[in-house]
């Protein structure tokens, strides 16, 4: 089942505007975790932030969580062609889970 | 450090056959876990291993198992093929240092075996 949900499900803008994609999820959460997949390849992790943090920041990106609203938000700054790609969030429900449970993620077109 | 390497990359099956597919965890991680993508379902969870035990599985029925070896390496096979099983089978490895979960930090994907059953 999908706990993550990611909105908008596509997205088009422009090289070197700023992206912006939203996560909701259900339940309570220890840590929710972003990735990046070029198509067809394997997933590739962006950044990792747990309960307890509010922001976090690596490079262009920004990930916020509210875990009030029980949502994320993933802002790529001055994006680049090569940002097209489909992000998808993951949530892990607690300490011991060994699995994520990803949401069906937002598909980045960046237009050169 | 080499990847996570999955082999083969892609696959083509008949209904009714079994498959199996392999991966080899970053040097060092000892957990790998496993993930079926489709369009439809999205990344679902199928099982993670750790020192050769498996600690938890997904909601998939027992035509899909797997295994893992001494050395990380891991495989998962599924028999009696269906065609609902076309997916892209995703490995992913982490140190689950101290034998800790694995989702308490990044995991390290490979790139996938594409299986198309016909």
């Known amino acids: 089942s999908q706990q993550g949900e990611e909105d908008p499900q596509a997205l088009s803008i422009q090289e070197g505007e700023n992206a912006t994609m939203n996560c909701s999820y259900k339940?309570?959460?220890?840590?929710l975790q972003w990735y990046r997949q070029n198509s067809g390849r394997g997933l590739v992790h962006l950044i990792l932030?747990?309960?307890?943090?509010r922001e976090k920041h690596s490079g262009r990106l920004r990930v916020t969580l509210d875990t009030s609203k029980k949502s994320s938000s993933l802002l790529i700054t001055a994006s680049r062609a090569a940002d097209t790609a489909s992000y998808f969030c993951?949530?892990?429900?607690?300490?011991?889970?060994?699995?994520?449970?990803f949401g069906k993620g937002t598909k980045l077109s960046v237009i050169p | 450090k080499a990847g996570v390497t999955q082999t083969p990359r892609y696959l083509i099956k008949t209904r009714g056959q079994q498959v199996t597919l392999s991966c080899s965890p970053i040097?060092?991680?000892?957990?790998v876990s496993w993930y079926q993508q489709t369009p439809g379902q999205g990344l679902q969870f199928l099982f993670e291993?750790?020192?050769?035990?498996?600690?938890n599985k997904g909601n998939f029925p027992g035509r899909f198992s797997g295994r893992q070896f001494s050395n990380s390496r891991s495989e998962m096979n599924v028999s009696t093929l269906e065609l609902g099983d076309s997916a892209l089978y995703l490995c992913?490895?982490?140190?689950?240092?101290?034998?800790?979960?694995?989702?308490?930090?990044?995991?390290?994907f490979g790139s996938g075996t594409q299986l198309s059953v016909l």
């Open positions: 339940t309570s959460i220890n840590n």
């Open positions: 932030i747990r309960s307890n943090e």
């Open positions: 291993y750790f020192s050769e035990t498996q600690r």
């Open positions: 993951a949530t892990v429900p607690g300490a011991g889970s060994y699995q994520l449970t």
């Open positions: 040097s060092g991680h000892r957990s």
């Open positions: 992913a490895s982490s140190l689950a240092g101290t034998g800790g979960s694995p989702t308490n930090e990044k995991l390290f």
